[in-house]
């Protein structure tokens, strides 16, 4: 925002930029009200097609969070259900990389679900690796072309990956 703000002034150099209002990054369960925002953000990070309207009909209050910043969607992350345990999305808006919310949103996940294996599949460049391995995950397969049918042939992510485990 504040390089924004910074365009703005040099552009607009007579008008007033008003200060902004800081406010907190909130956690919440997902609601209907979200699934715009958090749609928009799946198909940025990962592909088109991905819908998680189903997790407001299994326990969204175990299976999902929601990372908001005033009224805009910056992170989530979803479990398949609050029975499987296994996480199908975590991601962070772009910009926002540095506030430590996938480390929040991802204990929040953990402590939602004690004493619950918890598993997710990482591609195997991907840097998220350093988040889940902080937390205590550990490789138990390596599995060639996982992403392949998903991911844009010439994408730079690794169509490999990594199924990992958190054993609680």
């Known amino acids: 925002m504040e390089d924004v703000r910074t365009h703005y ?30 749609h928009d953000l799946l198909r940025r ?13 299994y326990g969204p209050e175990k299976a ?3 990372a908001t910043y005033k009224h805009l969607v910056v992170g989530c992350a979803f479990l398949s259900s609050p029975e499987e345990t296994y996480i199908t999305y975590l991601t962070v808006r772009a910009g926002w990389e540095q506030a430590q919310i996938a480390t929040t949103m991802l204990y929040h996940l953990i402590s939602r679900n004690p004493k619950k294996d918890i598993t997710l599949h990482v591609s195997a460049n991907n840097s998220a690796m350093l988040l889940y391995n902080r ?22 992510a690794s169509k490999n990956a990594f199924r990992l485990r958190l054993r609680r």
Not at 135 to 153: M, N, Q, R, T
């Open 135 to 156: 937390f205590g995950f550990k490789a138990e397969e390596f599995i060639v072309g996982f992403y392949a049918d998903y991911l844009d042939p010439n994408a730079r």
């Open 64 to 66: 999902t969070i929601i």
């Open 9 to 38: 002034a040099i552009k607009y150099p007579n008008r007033d930029v008003s200060d902004e209002i800081t406010a907190p990054i909130t956690y919440v369960t997902l609601t209907p009200a979200h699934l715009p925002q958090v």
């Open 45 to 57: 990070t990962f592909w088109e097609g991905v819908n998680v309207d189903d997790a407001l009909q």
